[in-house]
């Protein structure tokens, strides 16, 4: 029978997707500006283009996977010594899960009796949740961002791909950059809500970070033209 994906799970499927398509933005508008300042084929930025698709695919991929298996690493690590201290400080451990629920406005009786009842049931899964907000029965899946960044980078290195390549050469540039921008809005808006912070410093983060990187690389490109 197939687990339920939790919140948290979908919270670190969407991270890493919008991650995905904003480094498929970034990088392979960097490619295919840099090679546009260097070269008036089409079919060559293009083709530089889609090699530099694959290989951000599978990077971004592994990245992701090597990068939440050593979250998921550290909180097995977590959930152990929660394991042991359960065995040798019982006592304390509740104690501190008292003086927790006492924080959150619950009065001394009440907490103790929550406490008792839940640390009954699996003294670890409790503790585990309430100290370091791990779920044991739910570890962040490292499958789960890696398919995710794979299967978005390309999404978002579609735009200035195809800009860059439809275009006449007169306003391929011109027609890239506003691809770049607008799908770097939309992610810095897509990345602030799911992080639930400032979405206008998260797009202004984006879209200057991606003018930088096309800037440099067109300009580097250009210098061997």
Known sequence: MLQKITLAEKINILRAGVMGAND???SISGIVLGVAGASVNNFGIFIAGI?????????MAAGEYVSVN???DTEKA???VQAKNIKTHFNDEKNDLVA????QGISEDVAVDIADELMRKDAVLVTVKEKYGIDPDHYTNPWHAAVASMLLFPVGAALPLLAIT??????????TIMAVIFSLIL????????????????IMRNVI?????????????????
Do not use: C, E
Request: aromatic share 14%; net charge positive.
């Open 51 to 59: 090699a530099g698709m694959f290989a951000g695919m599978f990077a």
């Open 166 to 175: 439809l275009f006449s050469k007169q306003i391929r540039i011109s027609m």
């Open 100 to 103: 927790y629920y006492q924080k």
């Open 70 to 72: 050593t979250q998921k």
């Open 209 to 225: 970070s991606g003018l930088l990187t096309m800037a440099m690389t067109y300009f580097i490109g250009h210098l061997f033209a």
């Open 78 to 80: 977590a959930t152990d």
């Open 24 to 26: 498929g933005i970034i």
């Open 187 to 202: 992610t810095g808006y897509v990345s602030a809500t799911l992080g639930n912070s400032s979405r206008k410093l998260a």
